[in-house]
């Protein structure tokens, strides 16, 4: 079983910028699609961002378009997101996942965006 773990989260003010990273162990983390994920407190877990096997392909939410870039290095089996011009409303617990037949999560990181 493939494990994922999610780290570089933290406080940031508004308009500012992270990256989260997502190691996953094992060999077959280059033949999975991966999506971010978030959840904020008292909401549903949303989609953020996705990206193909080989990164070919991605696609985002409507309300991070134009901020959040999704990458990855399968080299190094990790999934990027670079977060830019963050607002308050991008606070939530992030979460990477595999898309393998039942689903892969990592334990997710928490970003706050606060002044």
């Known amino acids: 079983q493939m494990l994922l773990e999610e780290s570089g989260g933290g406080l940031v003010q508004p308009g500012g910028s992270l990256r989260l990273s997502c190691v996953a162990s094992?060999?077959?983390?280059?033949?999975?699609?991966m999506g971010w994920y978030r959840q904020a407190p008292g909401k549903q877990r949303e989609l953020v961002a996705r990206?193909?096997?080989?990164?070919?392909?991605?696609n985002y939410a409507d309300s991070v378009k134009g901020r959040f870039t999704v990458s990855r290095d399968n080299a190094k089996n990790t999934v990027y997101l670079q977060m830019t011009i963050l607002k308050p409303e991008d606070t939530a617990v992030y979460y990477c996942?595999?898309?393998?037949?039942?689903?892969?999560w990592g334990q997710g990181t928490k970003v706050t965006v606060s002044s």
């Open positions: 996942n595999a898309e393998s037949r039942y689903g892969i």
């Open positions: 094992g060999d077959i983390f280059r033949t999975y699609a």
């Open positions: 990206i193909t096997s080989g990164g070919e392909y991605t």
